[in-house]
């Protein structure tokens, strides 16, 4: 099993500074890697795929990089609707991994 | 696209549950649908996945107690859960998968059911 490790755990920040968010894999998935925002009482939604592709409907803001085993998400100027526990998951191979998490949280 | 939940609640230790997926927008049969839970105040967890063509798959936590289903004339999808431990305590989304083709990317979501194993 593919096992994501994140970091960090929390980043407290204010609106408007740059979020760099990480994810790394125990081995390499090639660029099978997705990002996820998750807000308190709500289902995650789906940001990022393939590594660097955003989903549809994403705001330009989030973007994302890396391949093989080091994968960053940034969001390059925080909204107030940004703060939220962000997830990296892959699925380049069974079972399907996801990351602990990383909350972004208000400073 | 609608994906609605329902049939969790408290089950004791041992016991089986039913979860169901109500889905509306879209076709069940035509894409990879999957249940992903969450433990409180923890993260997300693949639980399971059945492809369109209807090949299934199980995360090994589960595999031997948990069946992927899905009612094409109901457009639902089910999860039946037998055996059930305390550490499946969870949230339980159904989740579609971001194309129709496949993809093992989760691009839509249910609000979730709540499963509470305890006694």
């Known amino acids: 099993e593919i096992v994501l490790t994140q970091s960090p755990a929390t980043l407290s920040l204010s609106p408007g500074e740059r979020a760099t968010l990480s994810c790394r894999a125990s081995q390499s998935v090639g660029s099978y890697l997705a990002w996820y925002q998750q807000k308190p009482g709500q289902a995650p939604r789906l940001l990022i795929y393939d590594a660097s592709n955003r989903a549809t409907g994403i705001p330009a803001r989030f973007s994302g990089s890396g391949s093989g085993t080091d994968f960053t998400l940034t969001i390059s100027s925080l909204e107030p609707e940004d703060f939220a526990v962000y997830y990296c998951q892959q699925r380049s191979n069974w079972p399907v991994t996801f990351g602990p998490g990383t909350k972004v949280d208000i400073k | 696209v609608q994906l609605v939940e329902s049939g969790g609640g408290l089950i004791q230790p041992g016991g089986s549950l039913r979860l169901s997926c109500a889905a509306s927008?879209?076709?069940?049969?035509?894409?990879?649908m999957s249940w992903v839970r969450q433990a409180p105040g923890k993260g997300l967890e693949w639980v399971s996945v059945i492809y369109s063509g209807g090949n299934t798959y199980y995360a090994d936590s589960v595999k031997g107690r948990f069946t992927i289903s899905r009612d094409n004339s109901k457009n639902t999808l089910y999860l039946q859960m037998n055996s059930l431990r305390a550490e499946d305590t969870a949230l339980y989304y159904c989740?579609?998968?971001?194309?129709?083709?496949?993809?093992?990317?989760?691009?839509?979501w249910g609000q979730g059911t709540l499963v509470t194993v305890s006694s």
């Open positions: 989740a579609r998968d971001s194309r129709t083709e496949g993809s093992n990317y989760y691009g839509y």
């Open positions: 927008g879209f076709t069940v049969s035509n894409n990879y």
